[in-house]
């Protein structure tokens, strides 16, 4: 997309990225936090036309049900899978993310979630994770109600697993967690998604 990306290019300046936080559910305020702390520009995305001009794309941690819901209510969903599927828009699913990106919701990663698959609220825990592509030592990640991957695709990479359940996963510029990158003092799978960002706004 013109204009899009982190700055970068030999002596060229860019404004900085624009990323849409979906907004109708969940724990948005605190990607927009970590986001904007790592110096990208931030969207809160209820409408279709807050889709317009965004760079990348995050989908919170919350209730999948409740957010699904509104997202047909907006009128989002063909707008997100364009956006996602055919301009490849890089895009990270936290949590309730990662369910919202599987087969039986948006249908745009070839996974499927089982949802709160590590016990409800009162078996939230939280876990160090060797995650492929992350340096400097095991991301701790925080588990709410989280699901797993319970099936994928060839297409999909595991990243990170628990008790040997997949919690983590790529496809394309599409990354998936099951806990709560937004929680807690590591920004590191931010960062991963911001380079992928600026890598997707590169000249070829």
């Known amino acids: 997309m013109a204009g899009a990306g982190l700055n970068g290019g030999a002596g060229v300046e860019r404004e900085p990225a624009l990323i849409g936080v979906l907004a109708l559910q969940g724990d948005f305020a605190a990607h927009a936090r970590v986001l904007s702390g790592l110096g990208a520009r931030v969207?809160?995305?209820r409408t279709v036309a807050d889709l317009e001009g965004v760079h990348g794309l995050v989908i919170p941690g919350g209730e999948s049900t409740t957010m699904m819901l509104g997202v047909e209510r907006e009128g989002l969903a063909e707008p997100l899978r364009r956006l996602v599927s055919e301009l490849e828009i890089p895009t990270l699913g936290s949590c309730a993310g990662?369910?919202?990106?599987d087969r039986d919701h948006l249908g745009l990663m070839d996974l499927s979630a089982q949802r709160n698959a590590f016990g409800r609220q009162v078996r939230s825990f939280e876990s160090d994770l060797d995650v492929r592509g992350i340096e400097g030592g095991p991301v701790h990640a925080v588990f709410i109600r989280a699901p797993w991957i319970a099936e994928y695709g060839p297409q999909v990479e595991i990243l990170?697993?628990?008790?040997g359940h997949p919690v983590a996963a790529r496809q394309g510029r599409m990354l998936a967690v099951a806990f709560h990158t937004e929680l807690g003092e590591d920004t590191r799978l931010?960062?991963?998604f911001l380079d992928s960002v600026a890598a997707a706004a590169s000249p070829c």
């Open 98 to 101: 990662l369910i919202m990106l």
């Open 190 to 192: 931010h960062e991963l």
């Open 43 to 45: 969207r809160e995305v």
């Open 160 to 163: 990170a697993t628990v008790d």
